[in-house]
């Protein structure tokens, strides 16, 4: 049994494993796996929650300068969204989910049951409650809204020195502190166990993830934007003006795949997506008003491929060092990082877009309320304004929108900083060392 395990022992032999002997390798090979006809419904309703999630992340995005006409505020803004937003209505992009979260949970609750190994050892219900950390969990949910709070309103509806603004910035060191303390004091029912982040590997995967990320997700809410006020398209022709970067995005996340089979070796690819976003990123920041259409197209499939060669190296990195026990919680780890970095980046960003507005509007037009601008929402700003200074408006518009984009030029070029920590190791299992020559690795 040790020998058949060489190959795995090789790539996880550099983080702190809990202990488990021979009888728990062997209950978990005779761990009973799904049928066919059991496993293909499962991996439909994976498909329509994976599906959701790409919904969420890119159908909002299309809909948010609707979204924010309607609402009449830009305050708030933290190809099938512009249909759904232009023929039916933007609420539709949250109705959607509910038919397909239905279908996913009907199919795992038929077809997906634990496996018989497990049932004997199965804990009780307190057990349970207890792994999903609710003390953790409530803790850190008053952290985030307090720094996502403070981020959001600093500059823009309060000043920075504003006692509000400091106020939510106190009581996010202070929830975030205890939310650290719980989690080395929980070990392993812990949201995020503090043995995993030990593993340079594992804390430098959820870094790139987290920057990268926050990249993506800045660029995406707010080309859209670029599309809609500056250009004047409407929802629907938004979103067929992403898909350049969706479409390059899916296939070069499959040719990432096929490049880490010839290779070996994830970690260059790691690189490769970082210096992609963030070329991709810095050529958005020179968008005019008279753009043409070859340039913006190609800076989308440059950002398109480096986020699809990017985002899945660190599942990769985690599958290669985590025993795999541990790969579930690490694979969770990168996605938590991932939404997490989207909503504290997009904050930071929209008051950067907001303050920079304003900023632009007092010099591009002069004789135009910026309050007013902030109010008409950021879709049909031809038709709210007077033909004598929308030019300036739309340049001051403009202006904001790419010195927005400077803030997804940041994080990936930070999103380095994590596939440095990273190790080169390779993927491939064919090769064997003995057991001397692990342990002076």
Same mark, same amino acid.
């Given at each position: 049994?040790?020998? /058949?395990?060489?190959?795995?022992?090789? +790539?996880?032999?550099?983080? @702190?494993?809990?202990?488990?002997?021979?009888?728990?390798?062997?209950?978990?090979?005779?761990?009973?796996?799904?049928?066919?006809?059991?496993?293909?419904?499962?991996?439909?309703?994976? /498909?329509?929650?994976?599906?959701?999630? +790409?919904?969420?992340?890119?159908?909002?995005?299309? +809909?948010?300068?609707?979204?924010?006409?309607?609402?009449?505020?830009?305050?708030?803004?933290?190809?099938?969204?512009?249909?759904?937003?232009?023929?039916?209505?933007?609420?539709?992009?949250?109705? &959607?989910?509910?038919?397909?979260?239905?279908?996913?949970?009907?199919?795992?609750?038929?077809?997906?049951?634990?496996?018989?190994?497990?049932?004997?050892?199965?804990?009780?219900?307190?057990?349970?409650?207890?792994?999903?950390?609710?003390?953790?969990?409530?803790?850190?949910?008053?952290?985030?809204?307090?720094?996502?709070?403070?981020?959001?309103?600093?500059?823009?509806?309060? @000043?920075?020195?504003?006692?509000?603004? &400091?106020?939510?910035?106190?009581?996010?060191?202070?929830?975030?502190?205890?939310?650290?303390?719980?989690?080395?004091?929980?070990?392993?029912?812990?949201?995020?166990?503090? #043995?995993?982040?030990?593993? #340079?590997?594992?804390?430098?995967?959820?870094?790139?993830?987290?920057?990268?990320?926050?990249?993506?997700?800045?660029?995406?809410?707010?080309?859209? &934007?670029?599309?809609?006020?500056?250009?004047?398209?409407?929802?629907?022709?938004?979103?067929?003006?992403?898909?350049? *970067?969706? !479409?390059? *995005?899916?296939?070069?996340?499959?040719?990432?795949?096929?490049?880490?089979?010839?290779?070996?070796?994830?970690?260059?690819?790691?690189?490769?997506?970082?210096?992609?976003?963030?070329?991709?990123?810095?050529?958005?920041?020179?968008?005019?008003?008279?753009?043409?259409?070859?340039?913006?197209?190609?800076?989308?499939?440059?950002?398109?491929?480096?986020?699809?060669?990017?985002?899945?190296? /660190?599942?990769?990195?985690?599958?290669?060092?985590?025993?795999?026990?541990?790969?579930?919680?690490?694979?969770?780890?990168?996605?938590?990082?991932?939404?997490?970095?989207?909503?504290?980046?997009?904050? &930071? +960003?929209?008051? !950067?877009?907001?303050?920079?507005?304003?900023?632009?509007?007092?010099?591009?037009?002069?004789?135009?309320?910026?309050?007013?601008?902030?109010?008409?929402?950021?879709?049909?700003?031809?038709?709210?304004?007077?033909?004598?200074?929308?030019?300036?408006?739309?340049?001051?518009?403009?202006?904001?929108?790419?010195?927005?984009?400077?803030?997804?030029?940041?994080?990936?070029? *930070?999103?380095?900083?994590?596939?440095?920590?990273?190790?080169?190791?390779? *993927?491939?299992?064919?090769?064997?060392?003995?057991?001397?020559?692990?342990?002076?690795?």
């Amino acid at each position: 049994m040790k020998d /058949c395990h060489d190959g795995f022992l090789e +790539a996880r032999d550099d983080i @702190p494993l809990k202990e488990s002997g021979t009888d728990d390798i062997l209950n978990y090979e005779r761990k009973e796996y799904p049928s066919p006809a059991k496993l293909v419904p499962i991996l439909v309703g994976l /498909c329509f929650q994976s599906f959701c999630i +790409a919904l969420d992340n890119t159908i909002l995005a299309t +809909a948010v300068p609707k979204i924010t006409e309607q609402f009449n505020s830009l305050e708030d803004l933290s190809c099938l969204g512009g249909l759904l937003t232009d023929r039916v209505s933007w609420r539709w992009c949250f109705y &959607i989910n509910i038919p397909l979260g239905a279908i996913t949970g009907l199919f795992i609750i038929l077809f997906f049951k634990d496996a018989k190994s497990d049932k004997k050892r199965e804990p009780d219900r307190w057990r349970k409650i207890k792994r999903m950390d609710p003390w953790g969990v409530a803790v850190f949910m008053p952290a985030i809204i307090s720094i996502l709070l403070g981020l959001q309103w600093g500059g823009t509806k309060y @000043p920075w020195g504003d006692p509000r603004i &400091i106020i939510l910035f106190v009581l996010f060191g202070v929830f975030g502190s205890i939310w650290c303390v719980i989690q080395f004091w929980k070990q392993d029912e812990a949201t995020v166990p503090p #043995r995993l982040l030990k593993n #340079r590997n594992v804390f430098g995967a959820v870094l790139h993830a987290m920057f990268l990320g926050g990249s993506f997700f800045v660029f995406g809410y707010y080309l859209p &934007i670029w599309f809609q006020a500056i250009r004047g398209e409407s929802a629907a022709d938004s979103g067929i003006n992403n898909l350049p *970067m969706l !479409v390059s *995005m899916i296939v070069c996340s499959a040719f990432g795949g096929l490049l880490v089979n010839l290779l070996g070796y994830y970690t260059p690819l790691m690189y490769v997506g970082s210096a992609l976003l963030t070329i991709g990123s810095g050529l958005c920041t020179t968008f005019q008003l008279d753009t043409s259409h070859a340039e913006w197209i190609g800076y989308q499939v440059i950002i398109g491929v480096g986020a699809g060669v990017g985002f899945q190296q /660190c599942i990769n990195a985690l599958q290669t060092v985590l025993p795999l026990e541990d790969i579930p919680i690490g694979i969770a780890i990168i996605t938590f990082a991932q939404s997490l970095s989207g909503a504290l980046f997009i904050s &930071i +960003a929209q008051n !950067v877009f907001q303050n920079r507005l304003v900023a632009n509007l007092t010099q591009k037009a002069p004789t135009v309320n910026p309050t007013a601008v902030i109010q008409s929402g950021a879709a049909n700003l031809a038709q709210r304004f007077p033909k004598d200074i929308l030019p300036g408006v739309l340049h001051g518009y403009n202006i904001a929108v790419t010195q927005t984009f400077y803030v997804s030029v940041a994080t990936a070029a *930070m999103s380095f900083l994590g596939a440095g920590f990273v190790e080169w190791k390779s *993927m491939r299992r064919e090769k064997k060392y003995s057991e001397d020559e692990r342990d002076t690795e």
